[in-house]
């Protein structure tokens, strides 16, 4: 009889996520189910660009190659609006090695998305955006993603992602000595097609705050073109 009970329960179990599952599907209209599914917040992998970032004035174009060697992949264009000299070219390979290799990394993954906080802000007959935040296992991984919103852009023709807006909910102090008063990061994408997936274009970050008693902050602008698939 209690062997029977259990069975029983573990079926209700079963049928209620199944359910709920389907439910949860059911409501995520065709064009978002689209979107997420083929969203990468970064340049994809095998693919070349170039990339023009610009921070507090000062202009930098350079060139990625995933091809190449690790030492090799990041060349320097460009430096404060002229074509990088041979002192400015050791000085730029000196501090890449000092970085992570590879292209630059977005600061979320889509996995980290959690759709069940999903929600229409608005729409008309082209767009949708909807608000979200991140799952509790990416916060756990990376502190700050608890303490951002996500607004999500998305093209319902084409069903992509246009354009995501991570902003800081409230203050937040990482460490001791630093509070973080505002946080706003965008980025835009341009449209898939048949020779190319969708692509980062330009994008920002703006922050402000204060480390100790020092007010701080800093705006950076990024621009991405010629982008060359290899293999």
């Not at 977005?106 to 996995?111: L, Q």
């Not at 246009?162 to 902003?167: D, K, L, N, Q, V």
Request: proline fraction near 7%; hydrophobic fraction near 35%; charged fraction near 25%.
């Amino acid at each position: 009889m209690e062997r029977r009970r259990r069975f029983l329960w573990r079926l209700i179990a079963v049928a209620v996520v199944t359910f709920s599952t389907a439910h949860a599907r059911a409501a995520i209209p065709d064009y978002l189910h689209d979107a997420l599914a083929h969203f990468i917040p970064e340049v994809p992998p095998h693919w070349a660009f170039s990339l023009t970032t610009v921070q507090e004035g000062r202009r930098t174009s350079e060139h990625f190659d995933p091809s190449k060697s690790p030492t090799e992949q990041w060349s320097l264009l460009e430096t404060e609006g002229r074509k990088a000299t041979s002192k400015d070219i050791e000085k730029y390979f000196r501090y890449k090695a000092r970085q992570a290799p590879g292209p630059i990394k977005a600061t979320f993954h889509k996995d980290d998305i959690e759709p069940g906080t999903l929600q229409l802000i608005r729409e008309n007959a082209d767009h949708a955006v909807y608000h979200c935040t991140f799952r509790e296992v990416a916060s756990n991984g990376d502190k700050m993603l608890a303490h951002l919103g996500l607004l999500l852009t998305i093209n319902k023709h084409l069903g992509y992602v246009e354009r995501y807006c991570m902003t800081l909910d409230a203050p937040y102090s990482p460490v001791f000595s630093v509070k973080m008063n505002e946080l706003v990061v965008t980025m835009e994408f341009s449209p898939p097609d048949a020779t190319h997936p969708s692509l980062p274009v330009r994008g920002s970050s703006h922050f402000s705050g204060r480390i100790f008693l020092i007010p701080t902050g800093e705006n950076i602008t990024y621009r991405y073109f010629d982008f060359t698939p290899v293999r």
